[in-house]
């Protein structure tokens, strides 16, 4: 494997915050080096004073305070902080000292903003000026303050941290902090203690980790004078990388029924789209409702997050008064939402024009488009005399849409010309292009043979071939001479079919599979469309190929993920994934070097682990993982359980870049975890949705197998990891990743340090 110029991280988390302030202040000011008022606040009707931004943003200063060292800075309970060049303003509100934070023997540098949010602010300050459109920053970095060492201060809803991360050729013992400003700086029982005022301000300790929180390293404080400090770090690994926390967005999304987030869309903006059903009448309190006269059945429903995870942008909510099921969601460059499923509701809201406005038997398919802001554009039926299901769709570079899911009817709409006009089975597959524009079907056929064959997954080249996989019982479904195979392997088996540009032909089309159960639930084309599947075998006998990570079936039922060639004539790379319980991969996705991004579930507390996995051993019933496979098939570069004490399914994933991803999926666990920032932290009940955004960071020896795969000892029943909570008086900071060092400061006597314990979860 290939070893990245990827930060080792320590982490110093230092949060620098007094409580020791009761009663409502009237103004709100912000000094100057001077120590002349700047009064920064809003004014309403009763010409009184209010502090608006207590610890939710950092705020540029283009002028409106007239200190200009000041570049950017933040209002909190207890008083402000400012951010310049080479140092750091301490304003507390009990006093009118200044404290100043230098980065003694630090590089020249100054602020800048990260991570904007969308606030703006406006000051009309009379004679001082009017400073307009004033950004806001969730986060301020410097870099290199000093070789080889970030650092990062960001707003988190439990307050403000601040990390130092050093990068490899660091030396965390360039780290100096001088204190100016305070009565007194001293280390007492390793708490760093400055008084202010007759006011002790304490951190609290240093907690110092590798290894994922496993690995405890000796560390303590250290008087380097009377008014400086820094940190003695005891051995650590330093060739071994070292994690910054892999979760960097975690969020609960759900009611107080089940809710399911099951197809995931990334905008150019990095806004997040997430689309799944819902049986919560209290889902979320917001959003554009169409007909939830019967919210104990399942609705659609489609939610937009800004890009940072913590917005809700807009949620919809579509159904009729009989359950209403989810297939697809994707998007396009101006944030339109796309969303196929199927509906048992006669009253499912179509709009005026729709294709079909009366729903035909059974189930019907429904296509939809939502605008940017979530308003419902078009919605029609699709469908025939029979049952029909669409599952998954894929949008081409013309703004076509392709659809397939299954069809009883042979009243199924087709085209002529097509590759197929009639129904050939009990159940059959279809495959629908309609232009998203003018909502006009381009061609519409059925694919299958005399039993069950249904479309699971679609996805589409740039020339226009359309790619279909699904699952078949049919010893006649139409194959290709010169597929990989032709022969149906017995009970259910996947198949792979390629379709031409206007639907009349396959150009391949292949069997792939055992003797048993082989079903897939993914696929996926690379740049030079060679088609992924992923999903679960039963099947001793599932085509695996020599040198694959795995090829022997590890347990009842086991993910799958295969890589078959251009043409369809070979398997470029077919390989086991699991433990020995069960196991199965619900979506997959590439990065630019073909390494395949997967997640789904396990009940297996063996699956293949990373030896110092984030998260290395099985909370509940069943955990969510997320897994790294080399672009050859023969590794796991990373593989990881994600979830909580009950039932955690990942369902869809989508590569972004840098090795991250958003995994969304299904959770009953209360103890999910979730992060500082997410847009709800609380678990509502049955089955909750999660959104998360994962990293897999880290230059790691890969995961080989031979049999039998790898097992895995768990650690102690749980991990017990520092968290912050706010007490009357009391905050207390801690900062979880790499190397950690975690530290709170505290005012006075009032000192309370709460430990919560993270457990993990996951799908279907």
């Known amino acids: 494997m290939r070893y990245k110029k990827i930060f080792y991280s320590i982490f110093y988390s230092i949060l620098i915050v007094s409580v020791c302030f009761f009663g409502i202040k009237s103004i709100s000011n912000i000094t100057n080096s001077k120590n002349n008022a700047n009064e920064i606040s809003i004014i309403d009707k009763n010409n009184n004073y209010y502090d608006k931004y207590m610890s939710s943003t950092i705020i540029e200063n283009i002028g409106q305070l007239s200190n200009e060292e000041i570049l950017f800075y933040c209002s909190l309970s207890y008083g402000k902080i400012a951010f310049c060049k080479n140092k750091i303003l301490l304003y507390l509100d009990n006093s009118k000292e200044v404290i100043t934070l230098f980065f003694v023997n630090s590089n020249p540098i100054e602020p800048v903003g990260n991570n904007p949010q969308t606030t703006r602010s406006n000051y009309y300050l009379g004679s001082r000026g009017t400073f307009t459109d004033i950004k806001h920053y969730d986060c301020i970095l410097y870099t290199e303050i000093w070789t080889g060492i970030n650092l990062q201060y960001k707003i988190t809803s439990k307050g403000l941290k601040y990390d130092f991360i050093v990068a490899p050729g660091g030396n965390p013992n360039d780290i100096k902090i001088q204190f100016i400003g305070q009565d007194s700086l001293d280390i007492m029982d390793n708490k760093l203690v400055f008084n202010l005022a007759g006011i002790n301000y304490i951190d609290e300790g240093l907690l110092v980790y590798q290894d994922n929180f496993q690995t405890k390293i000796e560390a303590k404080f250290s008087l380097i004078d009377t008014n400086t400090y820094g940190f003695t770090i005891g051995k650590f690994q330093h060739d071994k990388h070292l994690i910054i926390d892999p979760i960097i967005y975690s969020t609960y999304v759900g009611g107080s029924s089940d809710d399911k987030a099951e197809s995931l869309a990334i905008s150019d903006a990095n806004n997040i789209f997430v689309a799944g059903e819902t049986e919560s009448d209290n889902f979320l309190d917001t959003g554009n409702n169409y007909n939830l006269s019967n919210m104990l059945q399942e609705d659609i429903f489609v939610i937009k997050l800004s890009s940072d995870g913590s917005t809700l942008l807009y949620s919809t909510f579509i159904g009729g008064s009989n359950p209403d099921y989810l297939g697809e969601i994707v998007i396009d460059s101006n944030e339109n939402a796309y969303v196929v499923g199927y509906t048992g509701s006669n009253d499912f809201p179509v709009t005026s024009g729709a294709m079909n406005d009366t729903k035909q038997a059974g189930n019907d398919g429904f296509y939809l488009k939502l605008s940017s802001t979530g308003t419902l554009d078009y ?386």
């Open 379 to 764: 919605c029609t039926y699709f469908g025939g005399d029979g049952n029909d299901k669409a599952h998954s769709l894929v949008m081409d570079s013309s703004s076509n849409l392709y659809i397939t899911g299954l069809t009883s009817s042979s009243s199924f709409p087709t085209t002529e010309g097509a590759f197929n006009t009639s129904n050939n089975g009990w159940v059959d597959c279809f495959v629908l292009k309609i232009s998203s524009i003018s909502a006009v079907i381009q061609y519409s056929t059925f694919i299958g043979g005399l039993q069950t064959d249904e479309g699971i997954d679609i996805a589409v080249d740039d020339l226009g071939y359309c790619y279909i996989v699904g699952n078949s019982n049919s010893d006649d479904f139409p194959t290709i001479l010169g597929a990989y195979d032709t022969t149906y392997g017995g009970y259910m088996d996947v198949f792979i079919s390629k379709l031409s540009i206007d639907g009349s032909t396959l150009v391949y089309s292949t069997y792939l599979g055992g003797n048993i159960d082989d079903e897939p639930y993914a696929l996926i084309l690379d740049d030079d469309n060679n088609a992924y599947v992923a999903g679960y075998t039963k099947s001793g006998d599932f085509p695996t190929t020599i040198g694959a990570y795995d090829t022997v079936i590890n347990g009842g039922k086991d993910a799958f993920v295969s890589k078959i060639s251009t043409d369809g004539s070979s398997l470029s790379y077919s390989t086991f994934i699991g433990g020995f319980l069960y196991d199965e991969i619900n979506d997959i996705d590439l990065d630019e070097e073909k390494n395949a991004y997967l997640t789904g579930w396990t009940f297996s507390d063996n699956f293949p682990l990373r030896d110092d996995a984030e998260y290395n051993y099985i909370k509940g019933e069943t955990d969510a993982f997320a897994v790294k496979l080399s672009a050859d098939g023969t590794s796991l570069i990373n593989s990881t359980y994600l979830g909580g004490i009950y039932i955690d399914h990942g369902l869809a994933l989508k590569y972004i870049s840098d090795d991250s991803c958003y995994i969304v999926g299904f959770t009953s666990s209360l103890d999910f975890p979730t992060t500082d920032d997410a847009y709800n932290k609380t678990y509502g009940g049955f089955y909750d949705c999660f959104i998360m955004k994962y990293s897999f960071t880290g230059d790691y020896s890969p995961i080989t197998t031979t049999p039998p795969p790898v097992t895995v000892t768990p650690p102690p029943e749980t991990i017990t990891i520092p968290e912050t909570i706010t007490q009357n008086n009391t905050i207390t900071v801690t900062v979880e990743t790499g190397i950690i060092f975690t530290s709170v400061i505290i005012a006075s006597s009032i000192v309370s340090t709460v430990l919560v314990v993270l457990l993990r979860k996951r799908r279907k």
